[in-house]
């Protein structure tokens, strides 16, 4: 199972968000280029990048942060990117750069036949972003609850062709709360595809508990302020999910 670090980025510099309000942003790095290049010292092998200002403004708003992300990495570590991707174009032009995994989100709720696109177009690397509250899938920056069950939609989206849903639990995302491990896991059981959990993760115990329902589908998880914060050591944490003690 991957331990996935999560480069958030707003105006061009890294932050982490709670409950994903911008006023909230906390800034970690000016330089998401050596941000990126010390979890692949740490032994990183794939990384999570959103763009924040985009998911807002619906269109990319942090391009040249995320080139500088790329140029820091060996190639062989793919990197994943989402926020305000919602146009084929976009997704032509990041995969172009070097993206391997493109991550549609509020896209993919308001307009599925995009999402069906984009699958089309470009097989093995397109994944969904669902980010649900009590079940219900939220978008804009979840500042918007739909009525759709996020069981559901998944559902759909898999016989799509994406290759992966990442699915965030919004209640605990930046919280420090701990993962939603029952509802990821009922998720990745509902699904043939995997699932990566993002939202909440706090230390080695949330790392040992996603492991051992690791069979059940879920590939990965993400992880962003509490490595920025110290309270998880990235290094054991993927030690951990490897299958260490």
């Known amino acids: 199972m991957l331990i996935i670090p999560a480069i958030d980025l707003k105006d061009g510099r890294c932050v982490r968000l709670e409950q994903g309000d911008m ?10 280029g ?3 290049a010390h979890w692949a010292d740490q032994g990183a092998r794939r990384l999570h990048v959103v763009d924040l200002n985009g998911a807002f403004a619906g269109k990319p708003r942090n391009e ?11 190639p062989d570590i793919p990197v994943q990117v989402g926020g305000g991707i919602r146009d084929l174009d976009t997704i032509e032009r990041y995969l172009d750069d070097g ?17 069906h696109e984009a699958c089309d177009a470009f097989p093995g690397h397109i994944m969904v972003g669902l980010d649900a509250k009590d079940g219900k899938v939220a978008t804009d920056g979840w ?3 739909t009525g759709h069950d996020v069981i559901d939609l998944a559902k759909r989206f898999q016989d799509y062709g994406v290759e ?15 993962v939603n491990v029952e509802a990821t896991v009922k998720l990745a059981q509902a699904l043939t595809i995997p699932v990566i959990a993002s939202g909440g993760l706090n230390g080695l ?3 040992k508990r996603l492991r051992d329902v690791e069979g059940e589908g879920i590939a990965g998880a993400i992880t962003g302020r509490a490595i920025y914060e110290g309270r998880l050591d990235f290094a054991a944490a ?8």
Do not use: C, E, W
Not at 23 to 32: G, K, L, N, Y
Not at 65 to 73: P, R
């Open 164 to 178: 992966a849903v990442i699915y965030t639990d919004i209640g605990r995302d930046g919280m420090m709360k701990g």
């Open 23 to 32: 006023a909230t942003a906390m800034v970690f790095s000016d330089d998401p």
């Open 205 to 207: 115990d949330d790392v």
């Open 99 to 115: 993206i391997s995994y493109v991550i549609i989100g509020t896209a993919a709720v308001k307009n599925p036949g995009f999402l």
């Open 143 to 145: 500042s918007k609850l």
């Open 34 to 36: 050596k941000t990126a």
């Open 64 to 74: 040249p942060a995320i080139k500088a992300i790329l140029a820091a990495v060996d």
């Open 238 to 245: 993927q030690a951990l999910a490897d299958g260490g003690a």
